[in-house]
């Protein structure tokens, strides 16, 4: 299963558990651990300072860290990545010394050195002095000592003898440090954004403070203020370090969305601090979301040189290199992901989708179903159901439904309220689409009053599109209806765009007028364009769909709709395009663990029936014939409005 990070809201006391787990292994055994070690650099304490000088404490953390970005024999964790985790564990003092405050953080984002230190001033003299302790076992391992005038000379002084080679911070300016590192531990976002402009005043080539604040303008919606704070950065930024101006051109690639000025800065990143993890998998994931999969590969590979243990890494290049065509080389990745985690689900789950992409269904189905009986209760036995699908993908509908049964008696054991939901799911995708309605309405009206009614209203505007595929568009209209008037939170969404495609057949900038009033707010933006594409997709209109689906499907994740490329391999095959969709129709769809998809009659069988016309456009009758009795069989007697049934009829 592709790797999915959720929020961590609502789920605190499972983080908890899993990071006291984590905690507690790291303590505990002594792994072959990362290549380079991953240092973090405490707050200081101080000793003999004036209290107005606390604010040196960040300082020292925050330029020795950032000095040493590009070592080569470290990774210093920024302290962006060591608070992270501070939703969990709650908020903490900032401004006390790191050793009582951070020590917690620095476990949980996997430091394998802690960096702790004090200072002091006497006479004029700024003394400080770092601790390098390993974690794993509590030990002293070095101690660097430095004095000079002021908090910079000291701190370069540390990160020099920490590691040869050093960056430079980013300014040498004391007040826009000192107006810096308030704003990092500001009570309020005022007294942030307050501190960050007092910092760029002080030095205008200073470059984390329009970061920071541009991010703060973002946050409030003022998009054009932080577009203009990162103007005026990027204006400046030769007098900055490399590695800022690509984190300047990041943030701002970030703020327009712009994918290609994003994989640039990230990729000079990555060459300027090659050590960084979290660099490489930013890397990693855009170039999955850019469909570049090779790249992709290239970079999980350097995130794992740096971290050899990354299961989550090991499990998503088993993904990638699958989708870059060496299946084996996935599945390689997956099994040393499975020696790390050998009592969990997931890794076997993960091979499961490899074969299955590669179309290696007998070895899906088994893997699989290994996984349900490592753990039975796994993504609620959603690996029961990959299995089922993986038999049906073969064509064997009678061991497909054996499969499907098994997955049915373990809801049952759950008690799964919408267990009759699930049933009527399988019938449909099992080409038993009649049935599928019948058994799926009389679900429905039994859950209009209950404690289900969500679910109910999912389940109509589920029948609506149903009808929709299969000529029926008054009824759909009725059934939409039904499921609006029942629509919660949860359920508002599929609501609306079961009304929105039960509305009378249009124009195509008719339908994109109807998007607008359907969908007027920003944040439904890709909710809007999958709801015209389905629409535009149901009247027809190939042409138009496709420019929507291909600009979809060029910033998708193939974890995100894994039927997205074959709805935009149809519109090709339709528009005369044959060579765009060859490469879209290469892989086996992989199956949702929480059963079939809303959409999933666009998708499935279709696949067969677009193998089976791009075979035959190609000149291979034998394979053509083979997806054509394929797609007849799985799409039983019911055909739907496109026609397809017995256009593949004719063609056998």
Not at 309 to 335: H, I, K, V, W
Not at 602 to 631: C, H, S, T, V
């Amino acid at each position: 299963m592709f790797c999915r990070f959720p929020a961590l809201v609502g789920r605190t006391p499972r983080l908890l558990l899993a990071l006291a787990a984590l905690l507690l292994a790291a303590c505990t055994r002594q792994p072959a651990g990362p290549l380079v070690e991953r240092i973090a650099i405490l707050r200081f304490e101080n000793l003999g300072a004036g209290v107005s000088d606390d604010w040196m404490g960040r300082a020292f953390s925050e330029i020795i860290t950032a000095e040493l970005a590009g070592a080569p024999d470290v990774y210093a964790i920024p302290s962006n990545q060591l608070h992270g985790p501070d939703r969990v564990f709650g908020p903490r003092p900032v401004s006390v010394p790191g050793i009582s405050a951070e020590r917690t953080l620095a476990f949980a984002s996997g430091a394998t050195r802690l960096g702790y230190g004090e200072y002091s001033v006497r006479g004029g003299t700024l003394s400080a002095r770092l601790t390098m302790e390993d974690p794993r076992t509590g030990k002293m391992v070095q101690v660097f000592s430095a004095a000079a005038g002021d908090v910079f000379a000291v701190a370069s002084e540390l990160a020099r003898q920490v590691s040869t080679r050093v960056s430079p911070f980013g300014t040498n300016s004391v007040p826009a440090l000192k107006a810096y590192m308030a704003a990092k531990e500001s009570a309020t976002t005022a007294a942030t954004a307050q501190n960050l402009e007092q910092a760029i005043a002080a030095d205008p080539d200073f470059g984390p403070p329009y970061r920071l604040l541009a991010q703060w303008k973002a946050q409030q919606h003022d998009r054009a203020a932080a577009d203009a704070l990162l103007g005026q950065a990027l204006a400046r930024a030769g007098a900055m370090p490399p590695a800022e101006r690509a984190r300047l051109e990041l943030e701002a690639a970030n703020l327009h969305g712009d994918s290609a000025a994003r994989k640039s800065a990230l990729t000079t990143l990555v060459a300027l601090e090659p050590n960084d993890p979290v660099g490489w998998n930013s890397l990693a994931e855009l170039c999955m979301s850019r469909h570049e999969y090779q790249q992709a590969v290239q970079a999980y590979r350097k995130l794992l040189q740096a971290e050899p243990e990354d299961a989550g890494a090991l499990n998503q290049l088993g993904y990638a290199a699958a989708y870059a065509g060496s299946p084996d080389t996935g599945l390689e990745a997956l099994r040393r992901y499975q020696a790390l985690r050998p009592a969990e689900a997931n890794p076997l789950d993960s091979q499961g989708d490899v074969s299955l992409l590669a179309g290696r269904l007998p070895q899906a189905e088994s893997l699989y179903l290994q996984a349900a009986r490592k753990d039975p209760n796994f993504e609620s036995s959603g690996t029961l159901w990959k299995a089922a699908m993986a038999r049906l993908m073969s064509g064997d509908v009678a061991g497909a439904d054996t499969l499907a049964q098994q997955y049915i008696k373990a809801r049952e054991a759950a008690k799964d309220p919408v267990l009759e939901y699930r049933q009527a799911q399988w019938s449909w995708v099992s080409g038993r689409r009649k049935s599928a309605c019948q058994r799926l309405e009389t679900f429905a009206r039994g859950a209009e009053k209950g404690p289900l009614r969500e679910i109910a209203s999912r389940a109509y505007s589920q029948l609506a599109v149903w009808s929709l595929v299969m000529g029926d568009r008054t009824a759909a209209a009725q059934l939409a209806q039904k499921g609006g008037l029942l629509a919660g939170p949860s359920s508002a969404g599929a609501a609306m765009v079961a009304r929105f495609l039960s509305e009378p057949p249009a124009s195509p900038s008719e339908w994109s007028v109807r998007a607008e009033r359907f969908f007027p707010n920003a944040s439904e933006d890709s909710l809007k364009d999958f709801a015209l594409a389905y629409a535009l997709l149901l009247g027809k209109q190939f042409q138009p769909a496709s420019l929507l689906l291909k600009q979809l499907y060029n910033g998708a994740n193939p974890s995100a709709d894994p039927g997205l490329p074959v709805l935009l391999a149809w519109t090709c095959l339709e528009t005369g395009r044959a060579n765009d969709g060859a490469s879209l129709l290469r892989f086996n769809p992989i199956p949702s663990t929480s059963g079939a998809s809303m959409f999933a009659a666009f998708d499935f069988p279709r696949i067969y029936y677009l193998r089976g016309l791009l075979a035959e456009q190609e000149g291979k009758p034998g394979e053509a014939r083979a997806n054509y009795q394929l797609f007849r069989q799985l799409s039983g007697p019911d055909p739907l409005i496109w026609g397809e049934e017995q256009r593949a009829s004719r063609a056998q």
